[in-house]
């Protein structure tokens, strides 16, 4: 083993330490603490478990959380006047409509409903757009949870050779922005993408983002890389053993051994893309607030 790990952990609770800070700042100045809606609509067990996890960590910031529990047959129609009372409603700086939604509900059309300046998940057009303009918005979670970690390994990205295995609106198109903005050299990868090996080899900084459990394999990493991993990936059960493994996007045994920097799952991004969650509404409450 040779790499250095990347505690996700740790760095997130500094963040959240920062958005406490904040929080509470916030509270004293303007008489009220920022506050967080999520929404959920139906009851997909996963979904469940982060959304919890998500009102738990907002409260010990010293915010306010607004949960909405949706049946999973509500109508599109009535989610959307759902958002548009959240959007009206001054107390609430930040919406979160917890995806996937059920298969009904067009999530593009709840999404572009969002006030951009409460859209904390950075997924409105409107900051979708600002981020790839280089103007001032709200940046994806999961994407910024992913920058700050390359950041904690490699303090200047510039000119290094970034690749990003991945392409959704969530999280690699996104993140393809930051490392750009960051001066790094990025080329997007996909599932159509020739000789993803090869590509991979060249990469000084390597994003895994596509959902396929332990697909990147040791000999894919450049050797003294910085690994992010941001798959999520919930093995089956072994024989006798209620839950699976949890494993990223990553091989992570072999790419120990080759990588400079990596990520592990879980501990690595997920607990970064609650922290940015908590960042990302401080960050809209102060703006909404004028300052
Ligand atoms: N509108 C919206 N925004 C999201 O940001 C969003 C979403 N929908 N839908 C679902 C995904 C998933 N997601 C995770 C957040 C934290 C962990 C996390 O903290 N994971 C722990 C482990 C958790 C476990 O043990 O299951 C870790 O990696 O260490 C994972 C996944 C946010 N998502």
Redesign the pocket.
């Known amino acids: 083993m040779s790499a250095t790990i990347i505690d996700?952990?740790a760095i997130?609770a500094g963040l959240r330490a920062q958005a406490a800070e904040d929080a509470a700042r916030f509270a004293a100045e303007r008489g009220r603490k920022a506050g967080l809606a999520v929404v959920l609509v139906g009851n997909d067990p996963?979904?469940e478990?982060?959304v919890a996890?998500?009102v738990k960590l907002t409260r010990e910031t010293g915010m306010e959380s607004f949960g909405h529990r949706l049946p999973a047959e509500t109508s599109e129609a009535d989610l959307l006047s759902l958002v548009a009372r959240l959007n009206a409603d001054e107390s609430v700086d930040g919406i979160?409509?917890?995806?996937?939604l059920p298969g009904h509900i067009d999530s593009g059309r709840i999404i572009e409903a969002i006030d951009p300046r409460k859209d904390v998940?950075g997924?409105h057009p409107e900051n979708a757009g600002r981020l790839m303009n280089g103007l001032q918005g709200l940046v994806?979670?999961?994407p910024l949870g992913s920058m700050i970690l390359v950041e904690s390994a490699v303090p200047d990205i510039s000119g290094l050779n970034a690749v990003v295995l991945g392409r959704s609106v969530?999280v690699g198109k996104p993140v393809g922005q930051l490392l750009l903005a960051a001066n790094a050299t990025v080329t997007m990868a996909h599932s159509r993408t020739a000789d993803l090996p090869a590509l991979c080899r060249n990469a000084d900084i390597l994003v895994a983002a596509v959902g396929r459990p332990e697909m990147v394999r040791g000999d894919w990493i450049k050797p003294g890389a910085v690994v992010i991993d941001v798959g999520?990936n919930?093995l089956a059960p072994e024989p006798g053993r209620e839950k699976g493994r949890?494993v990223g996007d990553v091989a992570f045994a072999e790419a120990v051994d080759v990588a400079g920097a990596i990520t592990?799952?879980?501990?690595?991004?997920?607990?970064?893309?609650?922290a940015c969650?908590l960042k990302n509404t401080l960050t809209a409450a102060r703006r909404r607030a004028g300052g």
């Open positions: 996700g952990k997130a996963a979904s478990v982060y996890s998500k979160l409509v917890q995806l996937p998940d997924l994806p979670c999961t969530l999520i919930r949890l592990p799952v879980p501990g690595g991004v997920g607990p970064m893309t609650i969650l």
